[in-house]
């Protein structure tokens, strides 16, 4: 759901491929946003403005940002790893991101505008949440379930357990 509650964001096939959608609250008035045949997990940008997304057009997974209104997708992180699952700060600066750079499953983090990503955990991490006053990251640890649910702090420092399995 958007922000202002006035659209959602979706995944559908209805194209023949999956591509990002968005839609009023109760289905009409669809517009297709992405033309890659191939993306999927969108999320809004705290202002509305822009779509958060993955896709795997390149052959492996990448995270694009595209304006909700439309327009051409900008790759942030043209790199052979998977990165996917991206989710926006609340602030609207960073793009939180699930990625294999390491070998194994870690939440980085990356400019809305691009440029160098950055590790942001380092305890095997998968889907993470800013909490809304841009304190604590949240984050799954698998993406098994159930899966233990950490959180950290945005400014560093150690993970905490929150709970065994979510």
């Known amino acids: 759901l958007s922000p202002d509650g006035r659209r959602v964001a979706f995944?559908?096939?209805?194209s023949g491929a999956w591509e990002i959608y968005t839609a009023d609250p109760d289905g009409s008035n669809a517009v297709q946003l992405t033309f890659m045949r191939a993306a999927?997990?969108?999320?809004?940008?705290?202002?509305?403005?822009?779509i958060v997304f993955q896709s795997n057009l390149e052959g492996h997974y990448d995270v694009y940002v595209i304006r909700a209104a439309g327009g051409?997708?900008?790759?942030?992180?043209?790199?052979p790893a998977n990165d996917f699952r991206p989710s926006f700060s609340w602030d609207g600066h960073w793009i939180y991101f699930t990625s294999t750079r390491t070998g194994e499953r870690q939440i980085w983090k990356i400019p809305v505008s691009g440029g160098d990503a950055l590790p942001v955990t380092n305890n095997g991490a998968f889907a993470a949440?800013?909490?809304p006053d841009g304190v604590w990251l949240y984050y799954n640890q698998t993406m098994e379930t159930p899966?233990?649910?950490?959180?950290?702090?945005?400014?560093?420092?150690?993970?905490?357990?929150?709970?065994?399995?979510?």
């Not at 899966?147 to 979510?166: M, N």
Request: glycine letters at 10%.
């Open 72 to 79: 051409k997708p900008q790759n942030l992180t043209s790199h």
């Open 11 to 14: 995944v559908s096939d209805r």
């Open 40 to 50: 999927g997990a969108p999320c809004w940008s705290p202002d509305g403005e822009r």
């Open 147 to 166: 899966s233990p649910l950490w959180r950290q702090s945005v400014s560093g420092g150690a993970p905490i357990k929150v709970l065994d399995g979510v």
């Open 129 to 131: 949440f800013e909490s």
